[in-house]
Every structure is written in structure tokens, then in C-alpha cells.
């Protein structure tokens, strides 16, 4: 059975972008007969609240959203499908990477790796791994272009030059997004992500960060970039943007119809 998978991240209530994004895997599934996992990437600790994570069952319950894998709600999540339960996967492949010397130790500070993003000094330093508050950048960054596979074919792009010697190790010493999200996507089996177009770098830096673990199969996987959902004045829709929270429109008594029928005025299927 081949699976895609719902990926929020609880540090916010869910609106309509999420929701756009749902709606589309669950059609993407319907058309090829995949599998739908439900993974609350909860791994950016400080940001994520509980009511948040409520928030992610209340809303595919609410749009009858429907998945086969992962957790049917908030105790079960906390108990068996954490991302903390998965430390371990995440220090394997980020103990493959410091076994190949694929990755050096960073001390930059976050202005500091911001301004230097493509890269920076500290890989000339060879400072230990172990050193403490240093995050874990990849040395090799690729100088060719990276392919996969879309529903059409395949895309090519070249690699993103804002994420070489992307981090792949937090300072606090926590996986970071690009290593937990690919770990977790190999570890379901994960084989068609849809996800917004803003995540297009991060999908070349995932492929290349397989190829440096061996992850092989993960080069089959298919990929949808959608544009992302705007309000009709152009702006983005956030997490902040409050009066576009889906718990908003529900509070104000709008129907699961009514939203469709209301994201499908501002952004057709
Ligand atoms: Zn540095």
C-alpha cells in the first residue's frame, strides 16, 4: 500500500491553508489509492501546546477528514505517536552522519547563521562534536541539481543555495526539521508527499540528505508542491492571522460546508 501522510505542527490553531493542504492529500489519496497517516510533527517543543494538538483531531473530525494510520487522539498521540518516542531513530542517522564526517560543529549564533546562512567559518575550525550549545551542520552540499519525482514525471531544481551546510542538529541538541521529518518519512514508509511550495527547498535538502544516509528508497518518493493559499488581498495566510483559524470560522458558527465552500471562493480546487 503506498502512504502519504497529514504532517501539522502544533504551534498554532489550524486555518484555512492547513486545511486547503488537507483537503488536497485526501483527494490526492482518493485518486491513487494511498494510505493516509496522521504525524503532529511535535519535535519544536517550546512552540507546541496541547490545545493545539487538540486542535488537529477537533478539525479532521469536524471536516470528516478520514486516515488510517497514527493516533485517534490527544492521550493517545502524547502516549504512543510523539515524535519524542522517535529520539532514537533521530540519533541513529545523526550518529551515521558524525561516523562518515559528514557534519561539523557550529557555534554561530542564530543572527550570526542567519546572515551566513549558505555557510560558515566554523567548518574550518574542527571544533568536536560534543562541544556544547553547537548545532551539527552537513559539510558536502551537492553541486548538481537535485531530481524527483512529481505525478507528471520528474522535476529537476538546483539545490538551494540559502540551505548548504543546512543544520541538521539543534544547539539544544534536538533533531532538526529537515533530519526528523525525512527519519520519520522513511521510518512510516511514506512514498507521495503533498506539501506547500514554500517546503520546495526543503524537499531538495531531504533527498539530499537521503542520498548521505544511504536512505536509497526515499528517492522513489512522489512529490505535489502546491501554491500556497492567499486572501484575496495577496497577503499569506499565518498561524497568527487569527480570524482565519478554522476554530474561529467554527465559533462563529460556519458550517464544515460553508468553510468548504468558502476556501473553494478564495483558492478553487
Ligand atoms: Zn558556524
Not at 520519520?184 to 506539501?195: K, L, M, P
Not at 487569527?242 to 468553510?259: F, M, P, V
Amino acid at each position: 500500500m503506498h502512504l502519504t501522510r497529514i504532517a501539522p505542527t502544533p504551534s498554532g490553531y489550524l486555518h484555512l491553508g492547513n486545511l486547503y493542504n488537507f483537503l488536497l492529500i485526501q483527494e490526492k489519496a482518493q485518486a491513487h489509492r494511498l494510505a493516509i497517516l496522521l504525524r503532529i510533527d511535535d519535535m519544536l517543543k517550546e512552540r507546541v501546546r496541547d490545545e493545539y494538538i487538540s486542535d488537529v483531531f477537533e478539525t479532521h473530525a469536524f471536516f470528516k477528514i478520514p486516515y488510517q494510520l497514527g493516533p485517534t487522539n490527544s492521550t493517545d498521540f502524547i502516549q504512543f505517536h510523539s515524535q519524542h518516542h522517535r529520539l532514537p531513530l533521530y540519533e541513529q542517522a545523526l550518529n551515521a552522519l558524525k561516523e562518515n564526517a559528514l557534519v561539523y560543529a557550529c557555534t554561530c549564533s542564530r543572527s550570526e547563521m542567519q546572515q551566513t546562512a549558505a555557510a560558515c567559518a566554523c567548518q574550518h575550525k574542527n571544533l568536536p562534536l560534543s562541544t556544547p550549545q553547537a548545532a551539527w551542520r552537513l559539510k558536502k552540499s551537492p553541486n548538481h541539481p537535485i531530481t524527483f519525482h512529481a505525478e507528471t514525471g520528474k522535476q529537476t531544481f538546483p539545490f538551494p543555495q540559502h540551505l548548504r551546510d543546512v543544520v541538521v542538529r539543534l544547539k539544544n541538541g534536538r533533531p532538526a526539521y529537515q533530519l526528523a521529518s525525512l527519519v520519520d518519512d522513511v521510518h512510516y514508509g511514506v512514498d507521495f508527499i503533498v506539501r506547500g511550495d514554500d517546503l520546495l527547498p526543503s524537499t531538495l535538502v531531504q533527498l539530499w540528505l537521503a542520498e548521505l544516509l544511504g536512505y536509497s528508497g526515499f528517492s522513489k518518493t512522489v512529490f505535489h508542491h502546491h501554491a500556497l493559499l492567499k486572501l484575496p488581498n495577496g497577503e499569506k495566510l499565518s498561524k497568527s492571522a487569527g480570524d482565519t483559524s478554522l476554530r474561529a470560522l467554527i465559533k462563529n458558527g460556519l458550517t464544515a460546508e460553508a468553510i468548504r465552500a468558502h476556501l473553494n471562493s478564495l483558492y478553487p480546487f
